[in-house]
């Protein structure tokens, strides 16, 4: 039979339409046999009737059946092909599938309009009533973007490549809210000879796969995004966000006020009137403002949690009487249209945190006990990121608050140095601190520092070094000796540290680097141990940076140098020591913000300090650190007075002339004059008998009146108890008794012994 001859037609009840020429031919019936009739019941007649007139065997033929749209009416067309490997089996399958598979399947001509739909069709939710065919595809069900799915159909039907599993989403049903998934595939359809003509869609029911699938991603979400950031606050507002549109469509976090304060939190059942804080919100309609600590009222879900610390799955009524309870929410709930609530605590180990509210609202379908199960799982992790966060927030308020106290506040303004601080507080404090110490002779040690770790342990060994800096620099030591000595102290810190257990010890590092300014020599004597060097802006704007060799890190080998560097820094000259993190930034010459140090000479030192704050903070960093800076000044000649001395006995009486003359033109009070003639005399008395030549005396007078007497000598002087028939040895004993404070520091050459007082009235003359 030659391929394409039409056999019969069929309408959509399997009854025969048309029964043409070759159908005769082939089953061996007239039409008017065969119209009118079922098609199954032909075949089986024709089958059993062997011995009717015109029956002849049907023969071995193959078909190929396609649907003819005629109005509104499908028919189904069976034409030969002439292909043996076809056969009756073919319809069968057919009938099968179109009749009794549980898939959803549609037959679409090149028009994309509907000609054949699946049994299983008829029972589909989401389907739109009426019959669907005739119309576009996209009118069959509801989507949620129809253009998309016509658009993913003619590109199938174009280039003939399948789309296998498509989540399509709709909305749901009447009886069942939300939305309704479909893993959805397209396949073009084509006749023997390759020409196209129309598709095949199938459509199977995935809604509740979808759902399990996103809860797992929801949970997923929480996992990456919750507990982030060791912040209670932080971590209230990244549940919300995690779970928002998610879950549920407003979200409300209420802690335990104790527990957002670092304090321990309560254990369940807790107090009625325990207060809680809005923690976090996200939604259309809150009740109250985030922030607001209120006891939560007894009688409603969210209390009852808290006395059981049971997740509730509860529906909104607007008649229920626990929304009586709270007026304010209750407005707020029913004014976003909420229709089911879950309420969830924030638990763990028996201890109540806080308490979490899901609501979905509108179209949304209600909670369900999945959901419930999802929801506390949630809050189970929540809690234990809370929790964590609680913990670290206690130590870092303990840290700061310790490391305020041992800080040093902004420095006392000095005539001889303008001094300015920046400090860049860590997120779990740590040990970075600066100092500018005032030292005898109008000199001050300015001082930049940093403890390696965080929190408790680095904030108490900043202290503890700090306390050993101050008392060491009260012995005036050049800062090479100074550090060397301070490199012992926290030698022995180490050594402590190493002998209590502890679980994550780690190696003691603290850097340091002094930098001593002298305003009448107009220098600055240098020496670090692992801190960057020190950068100093010249008067007329030109950057230099002050290299002086690094010593190891403070605590290191016993035998290790500290070499110190003098250099000449003209006054006007702007000093920055920083740690790490600000040299980095600022210090170093390609540092992206060293331009604004470089242009400090024209600008005041807040000015200065203020700029590369701002920028400083705008560029994310976030650790420990610690920039000073300072602009020198040079002590007024007038304030000095300095007086060559012989080496004999004669040099007392000189030196006690000149300070008379000196102290007399300063209008010094006679009763400080009187003491300083006295020290004058006994430290130059002191240094021709056990000093050796060239002798110097200087006065200094700044905020404190210094005396200086220097010598070639190298031995230091000490203080001697002489015997009361004694006629010696009193000097030192009496300038220690009259002078505020005095001291011995040492020069490449010699010495100078220097006693300090206060100043007192001015006298008459002044």
């Not at 075949?43 to 065997?57: C, E």
């Not at 303004?413 to 740590?430: D, F, I």
């Not at 670090?528 to 690094?550: H, M, N, W």
Request: contains cysteine.
């Amino acid at each position: 039979m030659p391929s394409g001859d039409v056999l019969l037609l069929v309408d959509e009840d399997g009854r025969v339409v048309e029964w043409g020429r070759p159908a005769e031919e082939l089953f061996g019936r007239p039409a008017e046999e065969a119209v009118g009739r079922s098609l199954g019941a032909l075949l089986r007649a024709t089958a059993m009737d062997a011995g009717h007139p015109h029956a002849g065997p049907p023969g071995a033929v193959s078909v190929r059946i396609e649907p003819v749209l005629r109005g509104a009416s499908v028919l189904w067309r069976v034409c030969a092909t002439g292909d043996p490997a076809l056969s009756r089996q073919d319809v069968a399958v057919l009938r099968t599938v179109f009749a009794r598979a549980p898939l959803q399947l549609l037959v679409l001509d090149r028009r994309l309009r509907v000609v054949r739909m699946s049994a299983a069709f008829g029972t589909a939710r989401g389907a739109r009533a009426g019959s669907p065919l005739g119309r576009h595809f996209t009118e069959v069900y509801d989507l949620d973007r129809p253009e998309e799915e016509a658009e993913v159909a003619r590109r199938v039907l174009e280039s003939g490549e399948p789309v296998l599993d498509r989540i399509v989403r709709g909305p749901g049903t009447p009886e069942r809210r939300g939305y309704r998934s479909r893993s959805v595939c397209y396949f073009r359809l084509e006749d023997s000879g390759g020409d196209t003509l129309g598709l095949v869609t199938s459509a199977v029911d995935v809604t509740d796969r979808e759902k399990a699938r996103d809860r797992l991603d929801l949970m997923e979400q929480v996992r990456a995004r919750v507990g982030q950031v060791p912040n209670v606050g932080l971590v209230s507002r990244e549940l919300v966000d995690a779970v928002v549109p998610a879950l549920a469509d407003t979200a409300v976090v209420e802690m335990v006020d104790d527990v957002v304060r670092g304090e321990e939190p309560p254990k369940v059942p807790v107090h009625q009137d325990l207060p809680l804080r809005r923690a976090a919100f996200r939604g259309r309609l809150s009740a109250y403002p985030v922030g607001e600590v209120r006891p939560l009222p007894p009688g409603t879900p969210f209390a009852d949690v808290l006395a059981d610390a049971r997740a509730r799955l509860v529906p909104i009524d607007e008649h229920a009487p626990w929304l009586a309870a709270d007026p304010a929410r209750a407005d707020a709930i029913l004014g976003s249209g909420a229709h089911s609530l879950i309420v969830a605590p924030l638990t763990l180990r028996d201890h109540a945190l806080g308490v979490v509210s899901f609501y979905r609202e509108q179209d949304r379908e209600p909670f369900d006990e999945d959901d419930l199960r999802v929801a506390s799982a949630v809050c189970a992790h929540a809690a234990l990121c809370i929790e964590n966060a609680r913990q670290y927030m206690r130590e870092w308020i303990i840290a700061s608050t310790l490391q305020r106290r041992l800080l040093p506040g902004q420095p006392a303004g000095r005539p001889t140095v303008e001094v300015s601080r920046l400090h860049q507080a860590g997120p779990e404090g740590g040990g970075a601190w600066s100092d500018a110490i005032a030292l005898p002779g109008a000199r001050t040690a300015l001082v930049v520092g940093d403890v390696a770790g965080r929190g408790i342990v680095a904030a108490i060994t900043m202290g503890l070094v700090r306390t050993a800096l101050h008392t060491l620099a009260a012995l005036d030591l050049p800062p090479d000796e100074l550090l060397a000595r301070l490199s012992e102290t926290a030698a022995r810190l180490a050594a402590a540290s190493a002998a209590l257990p502890q679980l994550d010890s780690e190696p003691l590092g603290i850097g340091c680097a002094i930098a001593v300014y002298d305003p009448v020599d107009l220098t600055c004597t240098i020496a670090r141990a692992g801190l960057p060097e020190p950068v100093a802006v010249l008067p007329d704007g030109t950057p230099a940076i002050l290299a002086a060799p690094s010593g190891p890190l403070l605590s290191g080998p016993a035998d290790a140098p500290f070499p110190a560097t003098t250099v000449g820094l003209p006054a006007g000259s702007t000093l920055a020591m920083a740690t790490t993190s600000f040299a980095e930034r600022v210090l170093a010459p390609s540092a992206p913000l060293r331009p604004l140090l470089d242009g400090a000479a024209a600008r005041s030192l807040p000015e200065v300090c203020d700029a590369i704050g701002s920028a400083f903070a705008a560029s994310g960093a976030s650790d420990e650190t610690v920039m000073l800076l300072a602009r020198t000044v040079a002590l007024p000649a007038d304030r000095v007075m300095t007086r060559a001395l012989p080496a004999g006995a004669e040099a007392a009486p000189i030196a006690r002339a000149a300070a008379r003359r000196q102290l007399e033109a300063w209008g010094v009070a006679e009763e400080t004059a009187f003491t300083t003639e006295l020290i004058v005399s006994e430290l130059v008395g002191n240094a021709v008998r056990h000093g050796a030549p060239p002798l110097r005396l200087r006065l200094i007078l700044e905020q404190m009146l210094t005396c200086e007497v220097s010598d070639g000598a190298a031995g230091a002087p000490h203080v001697q108890h002489a015997r009361t028939v004694d006629e010696n040895g009193r000097g030192l004993f009496i300038v220690a008794g009259i002078a505020d404070q005095w001291g011995v520091r040492r020069r490449a050459r010699g010495k100078t012994v220097w006693a300090q007082q206060p100043l007192g009235a001015p006298s008459d003359g002044r």
